[in-house]
């Protein structure tokens, strides 16, 4: 294996495999509440697919209608899911104890599930984790904005995290993704309480 494939993580350091808005180094950066500096791998699993139904309760986002504001039941979000045969492009990143339990709190409708041994890159001296949905939030997408809805804001985060990852990073996501439920895509307000 090449070095360049390996991350060597130090005592009290776990990696973190990121898939959705982590792809986006402004967005991880905001939960580290400063410029990440670490490690910064690309990377597959292998054994998980990238879907749209990790489904979190919402009452503040909205969007505007003719009606007047809609406020979706629930916002997805991307998940992985296991799937045979499958696989997921992400990136991979270190963080600290209180980092970590930074991402816990910022993730918490996921579980951080163990995948050290299906990634693509060698993790040495501690494991690595995804975040997965946790049953009770999954939801498939439905018909309507008004039961689901995805986040335009969100999607433009993944997006400029793709933006930096180039061409074939991004056919790659397309091909292992299920496809984004654009019928269910709002332009989305947050009402501040």
Not at 51 to 64: F, R
Not at 66 to 82: D, S
Not at 146 to 166: C, D, F, P
Not at 168 to 178: H, I, L, T, V
Request: aromatic share 10%; net charge positive.
């Amino acid at each position: 294996m090449n070095t360049e494939r390996v991350i060597h993580l130090r005592p009290g350091h776990t990696a973190l495999f990121g898939y959705g808005s982590l792809l986006s180094l402004p967005s991880l950066e905001k939960t580290l509440g400063r410029p990440y500096t670490g490690p910064l791998l690309s990377s597959r699993l292998g054994g998980w697919r990238r879907t749209w139904d990790a489904a979190l309760p919402n009452t503040t986002v909205y969007a505007e209608t003719p009606q007047g504001r809609m406020y979706p039941k629930l916002i997805l979000y991307l998940n992985v899911r296991r799937r045979s045969g499958s696989m997921t492009n992400g990136i991979v990143f270190v963080v600290d104890a209180a980092a970590l339990a930074a991402y816990d709190r910022r993730e918490w409708v996921y579980e951080r599930v163990n995948v050290t041994d299906n990634l693509d890159v060698r993790i040495e001296g501690g494991q690595a984790f995804a975040y997965v949905c946790r049953a009770e939030y999954c939801h498939a997408a439905g018909r309507r904005r008004t039961e689901a809805a995805v986040r335009a804001s969100y999607v433009k985060i993944v997006e400029s995290g793709l933006a930096t990852l180039g061409t074939n990073f991004r056919k790659e996501y397309e091909r292992w993704s299920d496809p984004l439920p654009k019928h269910l895509v709002i332009t989305d307000f947050v009402e501040h309480t």
